[in-house]
């Protein structure tokens, strides 16, 4: 041990030793030496106005110009000061820009029945109207009241019917789509069919999409405005029932236009089309880009595991699932992910409450960069307009009651007819955009140094090296004091190799 640290002795003695020999090699110029220094730094800078300072005899000329240096400096200081001052708000500016295209890319639509469920399948079976408002808790929040008597039917019923698949009882015996519930389909004057429609599971049960991103039609693009997708829905309120205890008291069908790559959203965005109606929806196609932070809120390194393209639906919907499968074992067949799926029993014990848990601790949030689902840096949203007329006139009512073998009453109470159509073929981009780029700053601050002090880098490069050297004097001088203090005295030197080693210096 005590020969570690002798050694340790021995080798900080000889780096100093060494440190001793440089500085003899590298004495300190004179007081002449230095003066001339700064005095040549002084008339050779390209800093304005120093030189006059130094070269002017007149005192009244110099005290002058130091005073229009000084002041100038201290403008410069100030307007620097305030542009990075600026910079580091991180402004932004917003611009609109409208383009004109031949074809334009039709969304993706999903159609919903208000009555979501067989009225045969659900008239024995009336506790499944409970059981899917507890199951679609996950979609979107809502109150349960646990002392009413469904929720206490639904409990028992849980509990002795677990192997029960609530999934496969909605695809079986909610609503359906096929020739009879859907009469007529039409895309830009071409016959489409329930085969084109996608199956997907919403809070309104089964539903279904039109141009879905993952069929093998998707991308459809229309040429003309005006022409789109022409729809007649049948919403049979007879095969199809309700309980409107939980709100559900219309008729008819409820839509959502989004883009094909995103999953629908119904909560608080879709449109009503009520029987005995033709709605005709025109639609124009909205791109909004948002900057990353600290300029914008959106995060362009988060992805999403189960979807193509990041959405805050999606986002909101995995981050659910990721906090259900960590406290329960399992995945809500609602939402996405690779799990056991949860059974009944665990809906009213631990998804329920793992639900409201997220929403008190506010665990998937929506909306800036830290939030666990910030803004897309890249959204397409779809603005609708909608208008209405009676379905269908006196003549057309006649012709269809006589075509479908069905009551005037029938066709009144139960058809449906949707128009979808660009208004226009283009497309508005609104773009954040930074209000000041790093190359406006540079140049901005390049143009405050020459405005005021006739400066550019390569005055700031003269300045650096002159109060490096000056700095590197400095280090010498004490430590060459340092040395004498340690009575260490340098080898002697003559005049002529000290005159030598200031030159180099």
Same mark, same amino acid.
């Given at each position: ?60 000329? =110099? ?107 909605? =695809? ?130 988060? $992805? ?12 909101? $919907? ?89 009551? =005037? ?97």
């Amino acid at each position: 041990m005590e020969q570690t640290e002798k050694s340790k002795v021995y080798a900080e003695n000889g780096l100093l030793e060494k440190i001793k020999l440089c500085l003899s090699k590298k004495p300190l110029p004179s007081p002449t030496e230095r003066k001339k220094f700064d005095h040549d730094f002084a008339i050779s800078t390209s800093f304005h106005g120093i030189h006059n300072i130094v070269q002017n005899r007149s005192k009244i000329r =110099r005290v002058l110009w130091l005073v229009v240096v000084l002041g100038s400096v201290s403008l410069v200081t100030w307007q620097i000061y305030i542009r990075l001052l600026n910079y580091f708000t991180w402004p932004t500016t917003t611009s609109i820009e409208v383009q004109y295209v031949e074809k334009m890319e039709f969304p993706a639509v999903t159609f919903c029945n208000l009555n979501r469920f067989q009225t045969d399948a659900v008239a024995k079976f009336g506790v499944i109207f409970f059981l899917w408002h507890i199951v679609s808790k996950v979609l979107h929040l809502q109150k349960i009241t646990a002392n009413s008597t469904g929720s206490r039917e639904a409990t028992d019923f849980a509990a002795s019917h677990q192997n029960f698949s609530i999934a496969e009882f909605i =695809r079986n015996k909610g609503f359906y789509l096929n020739n009879s519930t859907l009469l007529a389909c039409e895309f830009f004057g071409k016959p489409c069919s329930p085969k084109d429609f996608a199956h997907v599971f919403t809070e309104y049960g089964n539903c279904f999409t039109f141009n879905h991103g993952e069929t093998l039609q998707a991308k459809r693009k229309v040429s003309v405005s005006g022409r789109g997708l022409n729809l007649l829905f049948n919403v049979n309120q007879e095969a199809f029932t309700d309980n409107p205890a939980l709100g559900f008291v219309d008729a008819g069908i409820i839509f959502v236009i989004h883009s094909p790559k995103k999953v629908p959203q119904f909560d608080g965005l879709g449109l009503l089309s009520p029987v005995g109606m033709h709605a005709r929806v025109t639609i124009r196609q909205v791109k909004t880009v948002h900057q990353e932070y600290p300029w914008g809120e959106c995060n362009p390194n988060i $992805k999403l595991q189960n979807f193509s393209s990041y959405s805050t639906s999606g986002c909101l $919907k995995e981050c659910k699932a990721q906090h259900i499968k960590k406290q329960c074992g399992c995945v809500p067949f609602l939402l996405p992910g690779y799990g056991i799926e949860c059974d009944l029993q665990k809906y009213f014990s631990c998804v329920s409450p793992v639900l409201d848990h997220i929403e008190f601790k506010d665990l998937c949030t929506v909306g800036t960069h830290n939030s666990s689902c910030p803004v897309s840096c890249e959204e397409i949203e779809y603005p609708a307009t909608i208008s209405y007329s009676s379905f269908p006139s006196q003549k057309a009512l006649k012709y269809l009651s006589k075509k479908l073998n069905q009551s =005037r009453k029938y066709i009144r109470e139960n058809l449906v007819k949707i128009e979808i159509n660009y208004s226009d073929l283009n497309y508005k981009i609104t773009q954040q955009q930074k209000a000041v780029s790093v190359s406006e700053l540079l140049a901005d601050l390049g143009g405050q140094l020459g405005l005021f002090c006739g400066a550019s880098l390569i005055t700031i490069i003269e300045i650096i090296e002159y109060l490096f050297t000056n700095f590197y004097w400095i280090c010498i001088f004490f430590l060459l004091k340092i040395s004498e203090m340690t009575q260490w005295t340098p080898p002697p030197q003559n005049h002529l190799g000290n005159k030598n080693r200031i030159e180099e210096c």
